[in-house]
């Protein structure tokens, strides 16, 4: 069949003609579709997210939502609930599939990442069996289950950390249960996974003695304050929910001259010594061993107030002959003093 | 300049989707078009469509096909009706050769009060599932049981139950042939349908036995054989023959039988005798 | 490989496209009366559901995401599956009398029947891959077959037995209908 | 034919559920509840009169290769804007409706009417039909829905009605009570319309 011959088979007058009529019909069609489409779409959009703000509201009253970036995949939004700059939780919008067809499950979790709350926005399972693990009744068993809770069947009870399935609605039951789930992780991965890059120039070294300070924590990097004295870095640390602590980097001239000491001091929200790491030291051996012995670290553990060394009330003794390389430490760690007492705006003493 | 943009998307999109499933067909049609024999399509009309198989192929349209090809004969199909065979034969122009048609009978007479039964079956209404049951609740084991096999299997169904035995209702019968098969009795048989005589019983036993079993039975004693003039009647294990051929249908037979089994199914114009008067009597209740 | 064999599973058993969706009911009861025209509807199912699901999942994802249209999917698949329906039969009709002899009268019944949409909709909007969709459709229609079949069996058991005049015909095959899809509910405790 | 004995015609004798046993999937499906069935029966009826409306109107035009692609094409076209319309402002109906909205594309009552009666007809006849043929179908299938609602959930559209002390046959809300729902409802159909059928014609 030569193409010759197909194209005047195409030209001749049927093969258009029908093929022009169709075309007409389907175009017809998928013009009023769109104007219908352009009329409904606003105003749809516009009452899911009404939905979605109103179930948010009762979850958190008096907060306001910010979106926030969130990896997890069966999570469609995650919003963090801030009161007065204080995060008092997160609220995730997932969509899973249930018995019937898709559902939209809104998780509110607390801080302490515990469920504050469920609410299933819509759903299509089956009438008086599926709809009944939309209803509060078993959405409230859910409240203050952390992401590791079972799902138990029907008959047996469950115990602290378990929630009951529906009875005859197993399947819907899962779905929601696991919509939960997904929630908790995401919320829980939040804090662990590493935060964006920028806020992470922590060398290894640093990331480790923090993490033995304060466990689990996002260091977002702050700008120095006015005087910060010997510090060259400081950064905030932020646990999921709320601010830990500081932690500064200062460097200081000790025994050695040419090179200068950097020391790691971790100080908590309130801006006493937690403790401090020497990261980088050209001292003799034994003198960077001796400034990182218990002994003469404890002494700082605590203080809110600069160390003296002149044998005042909150002073510190020095480790004889080695003078220099302590008061290297001493002005170390009175700068992060000075430097987080200025980033907390509030008076040094 | 969202909301038009999104009107041009869709309108394109279906546009250009109905444009070329347009094209697709069109094309299609034409050029798959199967050059189909015209007459296919009239003869396909004038047989009785109703793939009952008699005709030994897999359904009216097939026959059509052999018609068309001239593998098969309009008489082939025995359910067309007399003026659907000669639109076959104009459509084919062939000469419509004569052929009389048939009709099923069925050789047995014992109605529930001239034939009793030996138990009372209660199992599936089918004559293949009762004959399991010691070939059946009735007392003569060569009578019809009554339970429909063949009414079932009949496409014009135009078989009837009536006190206990099949009838077969001669104005609907198209001569199928498809009952004669499924009686598990083998009583059905196939004759002309214009006139016939037939004996209406089928038991080969002693004159002595039938008449333990059925008020009716043929006792092959003869008198019909003796008194026919055409010497049309012969008698084969114990059960009267009439041959069809050489029956000149005097009625002699039917008359001079004590037993009065022998039916003669005559037009319906004719005078009905006294059988064939409660015979039809029976079908059109 | 694993999650083929579930999701085969599921659309097969677990979510059997007559018993326990009670989508394709219309050609169900109507052609349940002999095997010969159960097993043509179901194969010619089978074939329609496969090719159609595939073309309708290039369709989706394609055509219709990219430009955000997936409102028109409804149109767009139908418009799809009628032409796909209506050019195989062509096709059969050319190339494979016999087969369109036995299949030809059901072909322009699948058109309506909702399995296909139900399979293609289905494919596009859950189905990852193109593959998994294609085999969805495919096991879909198996399991259409399935019923289709059991039903048969069950429809000759039918015939046999003796029905009150007004429970005769199909109230008798739509309640043998509901046992046997109660039968299918045994399936729901598959937790997949 | 005289409008009222088409309207008697497609209620009674000629129900398009009940006798012709057309459009079963979506009566089976969405009859658990009489809001829900009568929400399924209203869009039907609406999509079968714009498409009986407008296929009768082109019939003429639209030429014999493509012609049930294209009744389909406009039916579908039907169903979208009624989904679309259904999701913006009736949202809970949508909800219980759910993914049978767009199987009302293949739902055989209407494809059947637009091949067998809009394309021979005039607009007005064949929209007389569309709501006939929507009317019995509604009533069809809000008839199962009430028998399924009260018997399988105690309620009828959402109020109680057999009290408290009542079990409800859970079983109805599911495929396999359906279908037995649905087989008993057409038996009584069948009882009526023999006895109809002896003491009438």
Redesign the interface.
Same mark, same amino acid.
């Given at each position: 069949?030569t193409l010759k011959k197909l194209t005047s088979?195409?030209r001749s007058g049927?093969?258009?003609?029908?093929?022009? /009529?169709?075309?007409t019909?389907?175009?017809l069609?998928?013009?009023?579709?769109? #104007?219908?489409?352009?009329?409904?779409?606003p105003?749809?959009s516009a /009452?899911e997210e009404q939905a979605r703000q109103s179930a948010m509201s009762t979850f958190f009253p008096g907060c306001h939502f910010t979106q926030i970036s969130c990896q997890a995949p069966e999570v469609e939004r995650l919003y963090k609930a801030e009161e007065a700059s204080q995060c008092s939780g997160y609220c995730a919008l997932l969509s899973v599939?249930g018995y019937? #067809?898709n559902m939209e499950v809104m998780v509110a979790v607390n801080a302490d990442g515990r469920v504050r709350g469920v609410e299933v926005l819509?759903?299509?399972e089956?009438?008086?069996?599926g709809s009944l693990a939309a209803q509060e009744s078993f959405l409230s068993r859910f409240k203050g289950k952390t992401a590791d809770f079972g799902l138990v069947q029907a008959p047996n009870v469950p115990d602290e950390n378990q929630v009951q399935a529906l009875s005859?609605a197993? /399947?819907s039951s899962?779905a929601v249960a696991s919509a939960v789930t997904a929630a908790l992780r995401a919320v829980e991965n939040l804090a662990v996974a590493p935060p964006t890059g920028e806020e992470d120039k922590l060398l290894p070294s640093e990331t480790s003695a923090l993490k033995n300070w304060f466990g689990e924590v996002i260091a977002r990097p702050v700008d120095l304050p006015a005087e910060h004295g010997a510090a060259v870095e400081v950064w905030q640390l932020h646990s999921p929910t709320q601010l830990v602590g500081y932690a500064v980097k200062t460097q200081t001239v000790g025994q050695n001259e040419a090179f200068k000491i950097t020391t790691l001091i971790g100080f908590n929200a309130s801006g006493a010594v937690i403790s401090y790491e020497i990261l980088e030291s050209f001292e003799l051996e034994s003198f960077t061993a001796a400034l990182l012995r218990d002994d003469f670290r404890l002494q700082f553990v605590g203080r809110t107030v600069p160390v003296t060394t002149d044998g005042g009330e909150n002073s510190v003794e020095l480790i004889p002959n080695m003078e220099k390389s302590c008061r290297a430490i001493v002005k170390a760690v009175n700068d992060g003093l000075q430097t987080v007492a200025a980033l907390q705006g509030g008076a040094a003493q | 300049m969202g909301?038009f943009h999104?009107?041009l998307?869709?309108?394109?999109? $279906?546009?250009i989707?109905?444009?070329c499933?347009?094209?697709l $067909?069109? $094309?299609a049609s034409?050029?798959l078009a199967v050059k189909e024999d015209p007459k296919l399509a009239r003869l396909t009309e004038a047989l009785p469509g109703a793939n009952c198989g008699a005709c030994g192929r897999s359904g009216c349209r097939n026959m059509a096909e052999q018609l068309a090809q001239g593998k098969a004969s309009p008489n082939d199909c025995p359910l067309t009706s007399e003026s659907n065979r000669e639109e076959i034969c104009r459509i084919l122009d062939i000469a419509p050769e004569r052929r009389d048609s048939l009709c099923a009978q069925i050789l047995c007479s014992g109605t529930q009060e001239l034939a009793p039964l030996r138990f009372e079956y209660t199992g599936l209404r089918d004559c293949r599932a009762a004959m399991r049951f010691g070939g059946g609740n009735k007392a003569c084991p060569y009578g019809c049981l009554g339970y429909g096999s063949c009414a079932a299997v009949c496409p014009a169904n135009a078989i009837v139950l009536l006190n206990g035995i099949a009838t077969v209702d001669r104005s609907r019968c198209l001569g199928c042939g498809l009952c004669v098969e499924a009686c598990p009795k083998h009583l059905i048989r196939l004759l002309p349908a214009e006139l016939a005589f037939r004996v209406g019983c089928q038991n080969p036993e002693k004159g002595v036995e039938v008449r333990k079993v059925c008020q009716v039975g043929c006792i092959s004693c003869g008198i019909c054989q003796k008194n026919c003039p055409a010497d049309a009647i012969t008698m084969e294990n114990g059960v009267a023959v009439i041959d069809q051929a050489r029956c000149t249908h005097c009625g002699l037979c039917a008359e001079k039988c004590p037993r009065k089994v022998i039916w003669c199914l005559k037009d319906p114009v004719a005078a009905p005798t006294k059988e064939e008067e409660n015979n039809d009597a029976v079908l059109s209740e | 490989m694993k999650d083929l064999l579930l999701l085969s599973l599921n659309a097969i058993l677990i979510e059997n496209v007559i018993l326990v969706k009670c989508i394709g009911i219309c050609p169900f009861l109507g052609v349940a009366k002999k095997t010969s025209t159960a097993c043509g509807m179901g194969l010619a199912v089978l074939f329609v559901v496969t090719f159609s699901s595939f073309v309708t999942w290039l369709f989706q994802h394609w055509v219709l995401a990219p430009l955000g249209l997936e409102?028109?999917q409804t149109?767009a698949f139908i418009?799809i599956i009628a032409s796909l329906v209506q050019l195989t039969e062509m096709v059969l009709k050319r190339f494979m009398p016999p087969l369109y002899e036995a299949l030809g009268i059901y072909l322009p019944l699948i058109t309506t029947n909702c399995a296909v949409l139900y399979a293609a909709l289905n494919g596009a909007r859950?189905m990852g891959s193109l593959f998994s969709a294609t085999v969805n459709g495919f096991m879909t229609a198996a399991g259409f077959l399935l019923a289709l079949l059991l039903f048969n069996g069950v429809h000759q058991r039918l015939q046999q037995c003796e029905f009150p005049p007004s429970l005769k015909g199909v109230p008798a095959e739509l309640i043998s209908a509901g046992l046997l899809s109660m039968a299918f509910m045994g399936f729901?405790g598959f937790?997949l | 034919m005289k409008p009222l004995k088409q309207l008697k015609n497609a209620l009674l004798t000629q129900n398009p559920v009940l006798n012709q046993l057309l459009g079963m999937c979506s009566v089976l499906a969405v009859s658990? @509840?009489v809001s829900?069935a009568f929400g399924m029966g209203v869009t039907v009826t609406a999509v079968l009169i714009c498409s009986n409306v407008f296929i009768s109107l082109?019939s003429p035009?639209?030429?014999q290769?493509?012609r049930i692609?294209?009744y389909i094409?406009?039916i !579908?076209?039907f169903v @979208? !804007?009624a989904e679309?319309?259904i999701? !913006?402002?009736f949202?809970s109906l949508a909800?219980? %409706?759910?993914?049978f909205i767009p199987l009302i594309v293949v739902n055989c009552i209407i494809l059947a009417r637009d091949e067998m009666f809009a394309s021979k007809n005039s607009v007005p006849a064949s929209a007389l039909d569309g709501l006939f043929m929507g009317l019995g179908y509604t009533a069809a299938i809000v008839l199962l829905g009430a028998l399924r609602e009260v018997l399988?959930?105690g309620t009828l559209a959402g109020i109680p009605v057999l009290g408290s002390g009542f079990r409800?046959i %859970?079983m109805l809300?599911?495929a396999p009570g359906a279908f037995i729902a649905l087989g008993l409802l057409l038996a009584l159909v069948q009882k009526l319309t023999a006895r109809l059928g002896q003491k009438g014609e």
């Open positions: 069949m088979q195409l049927s093969v258009w003609d029908i093929a022009s /009529r169709l075309l019909i389907t175009f069609v998928g013009l009023c579709l769109a #104007g219908v489409y352009a009329l409904t779409s105003v749809i /009452r599939n019937g #067809g819509s759903h299509s089956t009438q008086n069996i005859g197993t /399947r899962r | 909301v999104m009107i998307n869709a309108t394109v999109v $279906l546009g989707a109905g444009a499933m347009g094209v $067909l069109a $094309l034409k050029r | 409102y028109l149109v418009l859950d729901q937790s | 658990t @509840t829900s082109l035009v639209i030429p290769q493509v692609v294209s094409v406009i !579908a076209g @979208t !804007a679309l319309l999701n !913006a402002f949202p909800s219980s %409706l759910g993914v399988g959930n409800p %859970l809300n599911f």
